[in-house]
DNA sequence: ATAGTGTATGTAACCGGTTACAGAGATAAA
DNA sequence: TTTATCTCTGTAACCGGTTACATACACTAT
């Protein structure tokens, strides 16, 4: 690989002003400009971003650390901070946590090491103290912000309001709530909002709520037993994999949805329309909220004012078969 | 951050001595060594791995290029990936090519900048020679091996036999092929494995081939055209996707799963237990075929030899509903 | 004639590590 | 006693860029 010094040899000139034509600064004549774009040329020069960073104290990389990015909700928030970081000229190092501090804490002191210019967390776990001090650009994507941070999610809580309401809207009273981890604070936002409307609705039965931890199979022996206990008409999923849980349950069971049971899930993840019948479900504009979340982590970097701290994204109804009725009941 | 100076300074001693115990090298003496360790804990002193990597010229960085990490083959494949690399204490640089070879040189220039140590390159478009000439280990995932490039893959034309032979064996007689892009190596791969089996067995028939394109909806499309054209019993279709694109068509047209027309994917990703019926696939070790990916991209970057260079990793059959029958037809 | 400004380029320090090399003391071998 | 070897440590060059500073020349204003 060749060096500044090769092109500067090769053009007759010094490092320097190799270095400010490549960098555009400075001055520079145009005869020379023109000598050292060949050599450059002739070498296939490219700089060395190491030696670069190591001067400059910026990398043009960020981290973005994520739970898990074999769980279906995370390919696309994932595609998107890449895609818009890739427009300005940033590269990404993926990190998976598991939600699991002690990774993530490691996770953090590897990417400072390597001078990541920012980083993106989806995370709920860490301490705000550990975060606060690492002295690098933060966003906060897909969890409520800590302290100070821009941060970046989806309206959970008027979400889970809007589902609860579609399934009385379409005819059912009995409406239950498949419950996500309760040390996830978007699963308690979602729950809250179920609540809530429940509550208005004058409906609301603490024994109509299922542990489903976010997980299919779970959610599916769950509800099953649930089923089996308790009559329901209507049944929100907190995650789009428990609603196919509940699918699966409700299907073998023998009673059909969405005439004995209406199902809708949470997400909008693809898989909803790939079941049958597909499923209704909130969808979260997941490629939006991981652009934005670069977008603004560009904007901290770079040190220009941000036009907002807290984006709370508007979640959407979408209607499918699984919530399909012919309007009386 | 306090730099190796700093730590020098407050143990009283040189740089050299506290590079020597931080990379356990050279002599030094123990006395010495305890108060250059007290000093760094004192300091919260950590290495800069940038400078690190300057003179080293390895940045325990790879890059992972893949077509899309949203399509639902490839987290669980990334996944396993950075496991194995975090296990190494490599950390890992996502690249999103869509099959673009415009963007694989793009990013194959920035990841040689930055001084990865190693790639894994999941493409079939790039020209081999640019990659030949890049200077850094390679491994090729998922996609036939360039010239001497280590490489991991599943038996494609192997599973493909198996999956004909499989609806065979419970009684299908026209069988259909949803194929994927013709450009797409594997995608022909199993197309080659359908075909030689057919022949085999009899059966084959050139109508019988259906465009899919490795999307759901295009098979879905397709399906629905060539159901109403051709008398069919059962569908391999060239990925889970198209298999559910199928299922899709048949059940639109009022025919069942299994007992009218059988139906099996392949890749064997999670989504084909969430539909219903539950979709037989032949099943690829995904997440092997990640880790032993980036086991042999570790033994090249660290020279070691390798045992084998081309891996063709087994698939398997996963029976499941949607070509479950009663022995006799 | 002189000072001031703009243009053009080079020298060398610097970023924060690693390591070749040199030197010094201690110990063992001849 | 001399020489060889081992242990321990420091100095300084190096990795490949960037940039502060110095220098030099051309041109303009006074």
């Not at 979602?190 to 039965?205: A, C, K, T, V």
């Not at 603490?206 to 037993?225: D, S, V």
Request: proline share 4%; with cysteine; glycine share 6%.
């Amino acid at each position: 690989m060749a060096t500044i010094r090769d092109v500067a040899k090769l053009a007759g000139v010094s490092v320097a002003t190799v270095s400010r034509v490549l960098n555009q600064n400075g001055y520079v004549n145009e005869d020379t400009e023109k000598r050292v774009k060949k050599a450059i040329e002739q070498l296939n020069y490219k700089p060395n971003e190491v030696a670069r960073t190591l001067f400059k104290k910026t990398s043009k990389t960020i981290g973005l650390i994520v739970p898990d990015i074999s769980n279906p909700f995370f390919p696309e928030l994932v595609r998107a901070v890449e895609d818009v970081m890739n427009i300005y000229d940033y590269t990404v190092i993926l990190c998976n946590s598991d939600e699991k501090s002690e990774k993530e804490k490691q996770y953090i002191g590897i990417l400072k090491q390597k001078y990541v210019d920012g980083i993106i967390l989806t995370t709920n776990q860490l301490e705000s103290d550990e975060v606060l001090e690492l002295g690098v650009p933060v966003v906060v994507l897909d969890r409520p912000s800590m302290h100070s941070f821009p941060s970046v999610i989806a309206d959970n809580y008027g979400g889970a309001r809007l589902a609860t309401r579609h399934l009385y809207d379409i005819g059912c009273r009995k409406i239950a709530h498949i419950q996500g981890p309760t040390h996830v604070v978007n699963a308690m936002e979602r729950f809250r909002g179920y609540r809530d409307e429940m509550q208005e609705l004058g409906l609301w039965n603490e024994q109509l709520i299922i542990q489903g931890n976010y997980q299919l199979k779970q959610a599916k022996e769950a509800t099953l037993r649930a089923l089996q206990e308790h009559k329901m008409d209507g049944i929100f999923a907190g995650n789009d994999a428990m609603a196919v849980g509940a699918l699966k349950a409700v299907q073998q069971l023998g009673l059909r949805v969405p005439e004995d049971v209406a199902i809708i899930g949470y997400d909008g993840i693809p898989l909803t329309e790939m079941t049958t019948p597909e499923l209704s479900t909130i969808s979260q504009p997941i490629y939006e909220m991981g652009a934005i979340a670069a977008r603004i982590l560009v904007k901290k970097i770079e040190a220009k004012p941000l036009e907002q701290l807290h984006y709370v994204l508007p979640v959407k109804l979408v209607e499918r078969q699984s919530t399909q009725r012919r309007g009386t009941r």
